[in-house]
């Protein structure tokens, strides 16, 4: 196919211009065509030509009428719901969450599966993926080829290798470069032209956020996740669907307390719900026996603050206290560092501690950091809930699918037959 001046096909122009409708579609609407132009920067006629296109494929569809000014009454378009599935897994610390959307992220079937504490088997959590994808499937009563696909968000450092796939490094759970992408592969529920698209848990949240929740708008964020552990995601500019850094093992404290990745003085020895409830347990707290994490956290938020007017806890006030002098530090390097505009954090601790817990972190990382960028950022809770992980995984094949214009994934192309081969066939006598 011919290339114009600057490289880009007509399929690549094409392309380009059905994205363009799509996420408009998608983040503004509904829209009318009228509208579309300005809004895509195309021309009339190129909207029509776009809108007919997508429309063909089933992608859009009407959504009502608004009137104009004096003239007939303009349709409004929106993406087709239906038109598309895709799947978001979160490999949490007790639990992996599958759940099932349609195209504009509406929840369609969940299934849960617990993991025992510290316990993050391989095989364990691979039959967790599996089992819950084809439980979603058939609760929604979907195909597995319908799906664009199924995104993953996973604790540690995700490496994308050309012939392993998608390999995780996760030390905190005790994950040496675990090829999770083949072994998901294997046995696997999802036709091969179904991708699974794996990332970091703390980027997933990023994503969502960003997307969805309080960091749009923001150039320059930086989205936490506070859960058992800590990470962190930053979204720049340059970094546009965000960067996963183990903030959690930045080094707070010199030979300070021993860090589930083995090191001393992690941000997260100090600031996680996991170090938290051990060092509630360690001062003389009372902490539950025989209950997760989530139950333990409720627990010692009840003794901090008790409902009833009581006396509070002291042990777990101080604890929670020098928990959130921790988390505000540890946020003053990431405003130092990366300067931004917002800091939002996430994560069912994050939530589960709140409003009660934010503004002692947030007086705490203002006074830790310099002054200027300081005075530059705000710090919130995300918006999005507990499930902003699997939401965020489930982006990763919906931002796939935007970026090839609304066409689904290709097969992977076949290896291509070696150039000796072929000349060698070339020369054999037939």
């Known amino acids: 196919m011919a290339a114009g001046r600057n490289g880009r096909t007509v399929r690549d122009l094409r392309r380009a211009n059905r994205t363009a409708v799509l996420q408009r579609l998608y983040f503004d609407g509904p829209l009318s065509r009228f509208e579309l132009g300005p809004a895509t920067g195309l021309s009339s006629g190129s909207v029509s030509n776009v809108v007919a296109d997508l429309a063909a494929d089933g992608l859009i569809e009407e959504a009502g009428s608004v009137g104009s000014d004096g003239g007939r ?13 895709m799947i978001g897994v979160d490999v949490g610390e007790t639990r992996v969450r599958v759940e099932l959307f349609d195209l504009t992220l509406t929840e369609l079937a969940r299934a849960e599966r617990p993991l025992a504490p510290q316990r993050h088997d391989v095989d364990v959590v691979v039959g967790h993926i599996r089992d819950g994808i084809a439980e979603v499937l058939a609760t929604a009563g979907r195909a597995p080829e319908d799906l664009l696909g199924a995104g993953i968000g996973v604790p540690g450092i995700v490496e994308h290798t050309p012939d392993r796939g998608a390999v995780v490094h996760g030390q905190t759970i005790g994950w040496d470069a675990v090829p999770l992408e083949e072994l998901l592969r294997a046995r696997s529920p999802l036709p091969d032209t179904v991708p699974y698209l794996i990332d970091n848990g703390a980027k997933t949240l990023g994503q969502a956020e960003m997307w969805f929740g309080a960091g749009r708008g923001a150039r320059n964020a930086i989205v936490v996740l506070f859960g058992s552990g800590v990470g962190a995601c930053l979204v720049t500019p340059e970094v546009e669907h965000g960067r996963a850094v183990e903030w959690g093992h930045l080094t707070v404290r010199v030979r300070g307390r021993r860090c589930r990745c083995g090191a001393l003085g992690c941000l997260e020895a100090y600031a996680g719900a996991e170090s938290l409830l051990a060092r509630w347990h360690e001062e003389g707290g009372r902490v539950p026996d ?61 939530l589960q501690l709140g409003t009660r817990f934010l503004p002692a972190v947030r007086r705490h990382a203002l006074s830790y950091a310099l002054r200027h960028p300081a005075e530059k950022v705000t710090v919130d809770l995300g918006r999005l809930g507990p499930d902003a992980v699997t939401v965020g995984a489930a982006i990763l094949p919906l931002a796939g699918f935007f970026a090839r214009g609304g066409r689904r994934p290709e097969p992977a192309p076949q290896d291509p037959v070696p150039a000796w081969r072929t000349a060698l066939q070339e020369r054999t006598p037939h």
Not at 73 to 85: E, F, K, N
Not at 300 to 319: E, I, N, Q, S
Not at 323 to 334: I, K, Q, V
């Open 290 to 350: 025989g209950t997760d994490e989530e139950t333990a956290l409720t627990a010692m938020l009840a003794a901090a603050y008790p409902p009833d007017g009581a006396a509070p806890d002291p042990v777990a006030l101080a604890v929670l206290d020098e928990t959130a002098e921790y988390l505000g530090a540890g946020l003053s390097d990431l405003i130092n560092l990366f300067q931004p505009e917002r800091i939002l954090i996430g994560g069912w601790a994050g």
């Open 73 to 85: 009454p303009r349709t409004l378009l929106r993406v087709a719901p239906g038109s598309g599935h």
